[in-house]
């Protein structure tokens, strides 16, 4: 049970800002269980009390997890003067204060955490915690045991950026277009991680899809651009496994 300002519990649901709010509720347009709402700052208990807004119910919801196939073109970020972001993707949100968990690059695609959960947010990305993300790559050049040595013993690149050891599994090698499709799996997140990493063994990654992090599996069933909740499970097993 929580007990909320009226005002910020309308303002969490994207319903106006606090003062906006403010002004609805001395219209009279807010009810609360059946009676219009005395002040904006009066104490709304989220699990009992009915509030309606214009006539149509408004439920408060405390967390929000969408898990999203980010397409290539869109960035990851919650907001941009000018492009498209992620959070523009997620069209049912109910909560302004969603972000994307870590960023994938705008050319990159694949499994994108969306939520307003801080702590677990903090949890997957702290370099301490050693979260895997698993990325399907096809990059130039032919991938062998040279490389799947050099990932594994951890790869220096310059002063600025220095990989941990890491796997990478070698799919499948092209002769015509002397490219290979790899699997790679990466504690970290640093700028632009994978791409280094491929650049540190005279590669270069041409396309790049995350289809992990910890325990969240990206499902196939997701195209790019589309998003579905988490499950109650999915989002017990990031909890506990983190
Ligand atoms: N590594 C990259 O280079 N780019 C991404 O978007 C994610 C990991």
Redesign the pocket.
């Known amino acids: 049970m929580a007990l909320l300002r009226l005002d910020k519990y309308l303002a969490d649901m994207q319903i106006g800002s606090r003062s906006e709010v403010k002004d609805l509720v001395r219209k009279g347009k807010v009810r609360i269980n059946g009676l219009p709402a005395a002040k904006a700052d009066m104490k709304i208990n989220t699990d009992s009390d009915v509030v309606y807004v214009d006539g149509q119910p408004v439920g408060y919801v405390e967390m929000e997890y969408y898990i999203l196939n980010k397409p290539a073109g869109v960035l990851?970020a919650a907001r941009d003067k000018k492009a498209q972001t992620v959070l523009d993707l997620i069209e049912d949100k109910n909560r302004k204060d969603l972000f994307p968990v870590?960023?994938?690059?705008?050319?990159?695609e694949g499994l994108l955490l969306i939520t307003n959960d801080g702590p677990l947010s903090h949890e997957l990305l702290s370099p301490k915690k050693h979260v895997d993300?698993v990325?399907y790559a096809r990059v130039q050049g032919h991938m062998a045991e040279r490389e799947v040595k050099a990932f594994a013993e951890g790869l220096y690149i310059d002063e600025e950026f220095t990989a941990l050891p890491s796997k990478l599994d070698i799919l499948s090698y092209d002769e015509k277009s002397d490219t290979s499709t790899i699997h790679v799996t990466?504690h970290e997140?640093?700028?632009?991680?994978?791409?280094?990493?491929f650049e540190s063994v005279n590669s270069e990654?041409l396309y790049?899809k995350?289809l992990s992090m910890g325990t969240l599996q990206l499902d196939e069933s997701l195209k790019p651009g589309e998003y579905r909740n988490l499950t109650e499970d999915e989002v017990m097993q990031l909890k506990s496994r983190t």
């Open positions: 990851s870590g960023r994938l690059d705008k050319d990159t993300k990325y990466v997140g640093k700028f632009h991680q994978v791409k280094r990493m990654v790049l995350r």
